[in-house]
């Protein structure tokens, strides 16, 4: 925990642009430090457009990865394209995508360091080499690392931009009725369990489209695609609606009905435009084999489960 007394200088100035020069925070990380309450003012929660008064206590507690030794390990990985400048995987569930504390190493930024050697991108800091987009620990599915900053900046601008189509399979309990819709409510973090994302009016844009794949009576099978990127956005956004994704333990009451490991979310592909070439790409992945299984079962199952 680090705390700040304020200068008489900086009354009235923004709390970020405050704290970006009286500590070694940038000031990118001090704005994310303050969307996930973890910059208080007078022990009380503030905006990134709060304005500093005079007696104000600023207490800053920083959870970037400390003392993590960054190595290359030889893990498999599914790889779906490579060149010089990108590499695309396959991420399995349960692999965490860059280390951090709690999860020092065996991560995909371990993985791909082995096969990458020194190629990756370093615009993502010393513990996210090459990495442009994330997903959760167990979702599975297309992800795109950069060998390069100019690929790694080309990628961000597609991102940022939504000019990266990203899509997914989602499996979820509940009987969708709605062919297809367009889920738009504010992500940010849960004011009842900080390890957890939640809709709040505080939160930031979020726009999630899905239409219906099939129907297995009290499951459904769904083709989602982001516009946005937020943290646990798909799982967040259906569970509000009321459809749980099936292996969620998080959002789902805790509720693994299949007994999986892992949840049934799969980024299925992505189509962007090469970073370096220009031109259009789209790269798929496969179905995990325990998703597959679980869409096989509900199959055999189906006609007896719809309504």
Same mark, same amino acid.
């Given at each position: 925990m680090e705390v700040i007394y304020i200068k008489d200088n900086a009354i009235g100035e923004r709390i970020d642009s405050y704290l970006a020069k009286d500590t070694e925070h940038s000031r990118a990380n001090i704005q994310r430090l303050i969307e996930e309450e973890k910059i208080l003012v007078n022990n009380s929660k503030v905006k990134v457009s709060y304005k500093i008064q005079q007696g104000d206590e600023i207490k800053i507690q920083d959870d970037?990865?400390?003392e993590i030794s960054l190595k290359a390990q030889e893990i498999p990985l599914e790889i779906l394209y490579e060149d010089k400048d990108?590499?695309?995987?396959?991420?399995?569930?349960g692999m965490v995508v860059h280390p951090a504390n709690g999860n020092p190493d065996g991560t995909l930024v371990n993985a791909v360091m082995s096969i990458c050697?020194?190629?990756?991108? *370093? $615009?993502? *800091?010393?513990?996210?080499?090459? $990495?442009?987009h994330r997903l959760d620990k167990d979702t599975s599915g297309v992800i795109v690392i950069a060998?390069?900053?100019?690929?790694h900046i080309n990628m961000s601008e597609q991102i940022k931009?939504?000019?990266?189509?990203?899509?997914? $399979?989602?499996?979820v309990r509940g009987f969708?009725?709605?062919?297809?819709?367009? $889920?738009?409510?504010?992500? *940010?973090?849960?004011?009842?369990?900080?390890?957890?994302?939640?809709?709040?009016?505080?939160?930031?844009?979020a726009i999630t489209h899905f239409k219906v794949i099939e129907r297995f009576g009290n499951y459904t099978l769904l083709e989602v695609k982001i516009e946005t990127g937020r943290t646990h956005q798909i799982r967040v956004h259906l569970t509000e609606i009321g459809y749980p994704i099936v292996g969620d333990t998080v959002y789902s009451n805790?509720?693994?009905?299949?007994?999986i490991q892992g949840q049934c979310l799969h980024a299925k592909s992505l189509k962007f435009k090469h970073p370096i070439t *220009?031109?259009?790409?789209?790269?798929?992945a496969p179905l995990p084999e325990y998703f597959e299984n679980v869409i096989s079962k509900l199959g055999t199952r189906g006609r007896s489960l719809n309504p």
């Open positions: 970037q990865p400390k990108i590499i695309v995987v396959n991420k399995a569930k050697k020194d190629s990756l991108s *370093g $615009i993502g *800091g010393e513990i996210r080499p090459g $990495i442009v060998k390069n900053d100019k690929a931009n939504h000019e990266v189509e990203k899509t997914y $399979i989602a499996l969708v009725k709605e062919s297809e819709a367009t $889920i738009n409510m504010p992500i *940010g973090r849960s004011t009842k369990d900080r390890k957890k994302m939640a809709v709040t009016k505080e939160g930031k844009s805790g509720k693994n009905e299949w007994n *220009g031109k259009e790409m789209f790269i798929e």
